[in-house]
């Protein structure tokens, strides 16, 4: 196993090579100049090796060509104690208007927010990427997606039972963003449609569409208003700890199926709001979640101050339903209310909620995030 | 689940390094780690051929209409190599520079929707220098002079710090901010240095809140540049250029330390402070006696952030310039104490009509500088086709039949007549220089604008046929503006300390009117002999309307 170890390390430190070619010398006549020809160069390699009775490495990489329109990342992390061998390597190209792009990758994923574990499992899959870029702030994107997964850690509070299986899916993903942080103003809002189908011993087949809206209103300088609707629903076979659940602050198990993506490189921030309510309380095949936020700016006076501090202070309403096979899982929708504040610390928005169910039998719960949360 | 630590490190390193590192692979595609993964992209306007120009020392990678300007940036850049690449010499015994690789962008919209910038899309530099991988990114500034600063600036931290670029990732001690961006701006030429570089540092010294060198280990704003440079500055004058280098090497070996301050400089790091602020408090007397405009005076429009470039616009109402409501300058109208946003679309120059009733503004809005006419009552706003690339400036005529236009379409500005459709009547400069702030007599006859001569700005009059100089001192003369009483109102000054001042277009007799301490900046002369003046104080830029002493009070209209 070790020497397959090897082996496979040696091939990818050499897959970089293959993307790097010499490029064709070209003067034109008169012209002092010549075309560009793009061509991979190292940017940077961080090498990490580290021994405590069994070998770690770690190598994160980076090529590009000098206008950045092709690039290179790759990341590899042998770990002799578990016999894991991750990697993780995307080659993209960018040409107006259009991005494409492969990312190989088999490494272990938490499905779960960063701040408590869900399931483990490992993945390894191949994607292709295509973006159609039609402005700054609207993009299209086509995936097409083969990925292996194998469960080998469960939360006991995860509701469901990993599988381990294979998928075939693909998804196409209408995304606009016009959100301005300072002016507190603006949409973000996704419409994805995607599905798997089986192929070569992949096992599921099923369609699902998610839609993710949300809208930010300035009232003045430092109140705004926020409005947020998600749904989605599911039809057909799917690996069901990748359904929707829903409960609290969590980000990846609904996008997760979503963007039929590993989860493990993206930054992890949180994607569906239901506070008042424990982590995972919801498991379903369909479900709807809205969310309304009265959010004011404490410290400074305005959002165009923010230097390394911030403080935010929000009122929130949260409501939702989830569906399990045309069944919502609780006779009256779940909602709460609730205070937070945001703390914003150097760019990063760190919450703390306290959230109280409107279910007189529920106690108030704590909840905390990265990010924006909606 | 296994507890690893290292398992943890994997998680958290990955995340840090697509944040810290943007433009990410097919990962996530076309998202900048720097924006929200949820959807924010880079979109390109428009396709660009790009192409490269090479000599020994540097590649110039531009695209179409940049043709002119690249080869005038080679120029530029040997230049740079000339001026900074000697006293780093040491630092190459072994192995050489490689070729330093410089992308050239033709406005900062361009810039920011190019994957090679590596920033986010509301990045507002003029250059980013990525040193590790020896590349340099620039936008296109709009005079030669500009761009010049921020060739030199950037071209400086790629030679002064490539040969450290392992430590940075290796770890050990680093510079200051202080050290490395004042080296940038010390060995970048005093004239394509930004003019409110000493502005800033001399009220700072006026108000005693120097930063200290703590303070100055992270550097961001005009102040803190000017600080940098100024600590350099001043390095350089007590103990040579030799002490940067050094300086530099230290900072990599023991940090910022009292030892490495002592090593090469032979003071610790408080003597040095006090040093050079003592240095400074002798540098900047002038003025210093003189008045503080707000014992007399209040900012004429309260809050509103950084204020800048008033000029009336008819019946009472002022627009002027504000980063009030985003990161980048938009015209606002001030009409009877109310205020109203009139663009969102980042505007650096405008002019107004001679009626009030329209605006002409410069945007980079869609990826090139354009012109645009807005109607000042509607908002409505339409492109303003031009004959000519690249506008910088625009001046209306008083009849409101013609634009004088400051244009760079070769790396340089000079100033053309159009009319109202974009077609150009006429060259009025045309120079390898830059010539810019054209502003036009009361009777549409002739110009004013401003070239350099023998390093300070001076004004020139253009009649119709050729061009006089006007002014001839050893010092600035810049933003002219001609009144309606024949004289040209203009700001006067140098090292900081810029005053309005006014000039008899004939006889070339210059009066000072401003008695203040502060510096006064885009004078704008009202009929009633009062002046609007941008006025820089504790770092923001607010509007006044003051009258110069002995001119009597006719009057506080706008109109």
Redesign the interface.
């Known amino acids: 196993m070790k020497s397959l170890h090897r082996r496979l390390s040696a091939a990818l430190l050499l897959l970089p090579l293959l993307f790097s070619c010499a490029a064709p010398v070209w003067a034109g006549e008169e012209?002092?100049?010549?075309?560009?020809r793009p061509r991979l160069?190292v940017?940077?390699i961080?090498p990490?090796i580290?021994y405590d009775g069994s070998l770690?490495a770690?190598l994160?990489g980076?090529m590009?060509s000098?206008?950045?329109?092709r690039?290179?990342?790759f990341?590899l992390?042998a770990?002799e104690?578990?016999e894991f061998f991750?990697y993780?390597l995307?080659?993209?190209r960018?040409r107006?208007?259009w991005?494409t792009?492969?990312?190989l990758y088999s490494m272990?994923v938490?499905i779960g927010p960063?701040w408590a574990?869900g399931v483990?499992e490992k993945q390894t899959g191949v994607?292709l990427?295509a973006?159609y870029?039609?402005?700054?702030?609207?993009?299209y994107?086509l995936r097409l997606q083969w990925e292996k997964f194998s469960p080998?850690?469960v939360a006991s509070s995860f509701p469901e039972d990993p599988e381990e299986g294979s998928i075939l899916g693909w998804e196409v993903k209408a995304?606009?963003?016009?959100?301005s942080f300072?002016?507190q103003k603006g949409t973000?809002a996704?419409l994805s449609v995607g599905g798997a189908f089986p192929f070569l011993n992949t096992g599921y087949r099923y369609l699902k569409i998610e839609e993710d809206w949300r809208r930010y209103y300035p009232l003045n300088r430092r109140i705004s208003a926020i409005f947020s609707l998600r749904g989605g629903k599911i039809w057909g076979d799917y690996p069901s700890h990748r359904g929707f659940i829903i409960g609290g602050i969590q980000q990846a198990n609904m996008s997760g199926l979503g963007n039929l993506t590993n989860q493990?490189?993206?930054?992890?921030?949180a994607d569906s709001t239901l506070r008042g309510y424990r982590l995972y309380q919801f498991s379903g095949d369909g479900f709807l979640l809205g969310n309304l936020e009265l959010r004011t700016l404490l410290y400074p006076s305005s959002y165009?101050d923010l230097r390394l501090f911030g403080l935010l202070g929000t009122v929130f309403f949260d409501a939702g339903q989830v569906w399990k096979d045309s069944q919502a899982l609780s006779t009256s929708p779940p909602a709460a209310w609730g205070v937070g504040l945001k703390f914003f610390l150097g760019g990063l928005l760190v919450g703390v909620d306290y959230a109280i169910p409107l279910d007189p039998g529920a106690k108030p719960r704590w909840h905390v995030s990265l990010?924006?949360v909606f | 689940m296994r507890k690893s630590w290292f398992l943890w490190l994997f998680l958290i390193i990955l995340p840090a390094c697509n944040s810290s590192f943007p433009s990410h692979a097919a990962i996530e595609l076309t998202n900048t780690g720097a924006e929200y993964r949820f959807g924010q992209v880079k979109s390109p306007p428009r396709p660009l051929e790009w192409r490269v120009l090479k000599n020994a020392r540097f590649e110039i990678y531009f695209y179409q209409g940049l043709e002119e300007v690249a080869i005038r940036c080679q120029s530029i850049l040997e230049e740079a190599y000339n001026r900074v690449y000697p006293d780093f010499a040491g630092f190459f015994t072994i192995n050489r520079l490689p070729p330093v690789r410089v992308i050239l962008f033709a406005s900062r919209r361009d810039f920011q929707n190019a994957e090679a910038t590596g920033t986010p899309l509301t990045a507002t530099p003029e250059g980013v220098a990525q040193f590790l991988v020896g590349r340099l990114s620039v936008i296109c500034q709009p005079t030669f002079r500009d761009l010049r600063g921020v060739l030199i600036h950037e071209v400086t931290h790629i030679i002064s710090l490539h040969p450290f670029r392992n430590r940075f990732l290796g770890g050990g001690g680093q510079p200051p901010d202080w050290l490395v961006e004042g080296m940038a701006e010390y060995y970048t030429p005093a004239d394509s240095r930004f003019p409110m570089r000493e502005g800033a540092l001399r009220d700072a010294v006026f108000r005693e809140q120097l930063a200290t060198l703590d303070q100055l280990r992270s550097v961001g704003g005009n102040l803190d540049y000017a600080q940098a440079w100024s600590l350099v500055d001043f390095i350089a004058r007590k103990h040579g250029n030799w002490s940067l280098a050094e300086l530099l090497k230290e900072f990599f070996i023991n940090g910022d330390r009292d030892l490495t301050y002592r090593k090469v400089l032979g003071l610790s790091r408080q003597e040095l402070w006090e040093a050079w602020r003592a240095d400074l408090e002798e540098r900047y007397q002038a003025g210093r006696e003189a008045p503080r405009i707000d014992d007399q005076h209040e900012p004429w429009i309260p809050g509103h952030g950084q204020q800048m470039q008033a000029a009336p616009a008819g019946e009472g109402r002022v627009v002027f310039l504000s980063s009030h409501e985003s990161r980048y300058l938009d015209l606002y109208l001030w009409e009877n104490g109310k205020i109203r946003r009139l663009t969102e679309e980042t505007v650096s120059a405008y002019t107004v009509s001679p009626d009030g009733g329209e605006i002409i503004f410069v945007s980079d809005v869609e990826g090139e500088r354009f012109l645009y006419r807005l109607e000042t009552a509607t908002g409505k706003t339409t492109l303003l086709p031009l004959a000519l690339s690249n506008p910088v400036e625009v001046a209306w005529s008083p009849a409101g039949d013609r634009l004088a236009v400051t244009v760079n379409t070769r790396g340089d500005t000079d100033i053309y007549l159009v009319n109202l459709k974009g077609e150009v009547l006429q060259a009025v400069t045309g120079g390898p220089a830059d010539e810019t702030s054209p502003s036009w007599s009361p009777d549409g006859e002739r110009l004013v604008y401003v070239a350099e001569q023998a390093g300070f700005d001076q004004l020139y009059i253009w009649d119709g046929k050729k061009s006089r100089r006007l002014t001839g001192a050893g010092t600035h003369h810049r933003e002219p503006v001609w009144g309606e009483d024949g004289r040209i109102y203009f700001t006067l000054g140098d090292k900081g300390y810029y005053r309005t001042a006014a000039v008899d277009p004939e006889e070339g007799k210059i009066e000072v009117l401003s008695p203040f301490r502060e510096t006064l900046l885009h004078p704008y002369p009202l009929p009633g002999g009062e002046i609007l003046s941008t006025v820089y104080q504790n770092g923001t830029y607010k509007i006044y309307r003051w009258r110069p002493p002995g001119h009597g009070e006719k009057g506080v209209t706008a109109e």
């Open positions: 012209e002092p100049w010549e075309p560009y160069e940017e940077y961080l990490v580290y770690y770690l994160y980076r590009s000098i206008l950045r329109d690039e290179l990342q990341f992390l770990d104690r578990t991750s993780v995307g080659y993209t960018h107006y208007k991005s792009g492969i990312n272990p938490n960063v574990s483990w994607s990427l973006a870029r039609r402005t700054n702030e609207t993009r994107t080998y850690y995304i606009k963003d016009d959100f300072l002016a973000r996704y493990g490189t993206l930054w992890a921030l165009y990010g924006e």
